[in-house]
């Protein structure tokens, strides 16, 4: 019995995310090797998640949080006192909701 001829099917091309360009590269939004050795100087310095000591955990901290959400580029971008240590589950849920309440047009 002879088999069916196989289809053309194109894969289709991966659709660049529409946010992705008006987000900027991560060195347009500021974190530059400069950053890069502030945050890993903090980290060592704060080596524990903020939030999940608040909760009564011990977490390891992966990232720093800018507290204002501005980034490296805003007006407190470089001062310790915006910062705080975070692990990637924390920073990962403050970023989404940052992002949520930017979306709806709400202050974060």
Same mark, same amino acid.
């Not at 507290?67 to 006192?81: K, N, Q, S, V, W």
């Given at each position: 019995?002879?088999?069916?001829? =196989?289809?053309?099917?194109?894969?289709?091309?991966?659709? $660049?995310?529409?946010?992705?360009? *008006?987000?900027?590269? %991560?060195? @347009?939004?500021?974190?530059?090797?400069?950053?890069? =050795?502030?945050?890993?100087?903090?980290?060592?310095?704060? $080596?524990?998640?903020?939030?999940? *000591?608040?909760?009564? %955990?011990? @977490?390891?901290?992966?990232?720093?949080?800018?507290?204002?959400?501005?980034?490296?580029?805003?007006?407190?971008?470089?001062?310790?006192?915006?910062?705080?240590?975070?692990?990637?589950?924390?920073?990962?849920?403050?970023?989404?909701?940052?992002?949520?309440?930017?979306?709806?047009?709400?202050?974060?």
């Amino acid at each position: 019995m002879p088999s069916r001829p =196989k289809q053309y099917r194109p894969n289709p091309k991966p659709q $660049p995310r529409p946010t992705s360009a *008006a987000r900027g590269t %991560r060195h @347009e939004r500021g974190y530059t090797a400069r950053w890069s =050795k502030v945050s890993k100087l903090y980290l060592q310095q704060h $080596p524990t998640c903020v939030l999940c *000591a608040e909760r009564g %955990r011990i @977490e390891a901290a992966t990232c720093v949080d800018h507290i204002d959400g501005l980034g490296p580029l805003g007006p407190r971008g470089y001062d310790e006192t915006n910062f705080r240590s975070l692990c990637t589950s924390c920073h990962n849920s403050r970023s989404a909701r940052d992002r949520h309440a930017k979306n709806r047009g709400a202050s974060p």
